[in-house]
């Protein structure tokens, strides 16, 4: 005879969680943990800060930001997703990376009680942009991993463009005077 506490199912290991800002890209809802963003801002409060990139190499990147005597690159997250277009309204200023995230909406903050493995399917660049997964709501919520909006490589190379960047409009404006 067996003990029925034997026959329980092994419970899945999972991170554990805690809050979670959860916005949408292109109808597509997406967690990030709260902590990770250092503040949300409104496009138009940027529009003036930001710099335009002459650069190809890495396309989901097309301006710079200057926040706190820091440079931050803005990711659009329709692309590095690879989702229809949109319009994004505001822009995620990462805590710990040089990077900015622009979103089309905020939904709400959130404690969620676990992350969740991702599943085998998931596959390549998918299992960098992810943490995991989270159920809420009776939906299933990929949670991501702030570092897999921009690789280290390029952070490189678009530290390396910028540079270029600002030195020919050093020339440019040098040439002016």
Not at 31 to 60: C, F, H, N, Y
Not at 106 to 114: G, N, P, T
């Amino acid at each position: 005879m067996r003990i029925a506490a034997q026959d329980a199912p092994k419970p899945r290991r999972h991170q554990s969680a805690g809050q979670v800002i959860l916005f949408s890209v292109s109808r597509q809802t997406f967690a990030i943990a709260a902590g990770a963003v250092r503040e949300i801002r409104d496009t138009d409060s940027l529009a003036g800060a930001a710099v335009e990139m002459e650069q190809t190499r890495v396309p989901k990147v097309r301006h710079t930001v200057e926040r706190a005597h820091r440079t931050y690159f803005v990711v659009n997250a329709c692309l590095h997703f690879h989702l229809p277009v949109s319009r994004p309204s505001l822009v995620l200023v990462l805590r710990e990376l040089r990077a900015a995230v622009l979103v089309d909406r905020i939904e709400r903050m959130v404690e969620i009680a676990a992350v969740y493995p991702l599943p085998g399917a998931f596959q390549g660049e998918e299992r960098q942009w992810y943490r995991g997964l989270a159920y809420l709501d009776d939906c299933v919520i990929p949670v991501l991993q702030p570092s897999g909006f921009l690789s280290p490589a390029e952070f490189r190379w678009l530290d390396s463009s910028a540079r270029a960047s600002a030195s020919r409009r050093e020339l440019e404006g040098a040439a002016r005077a």
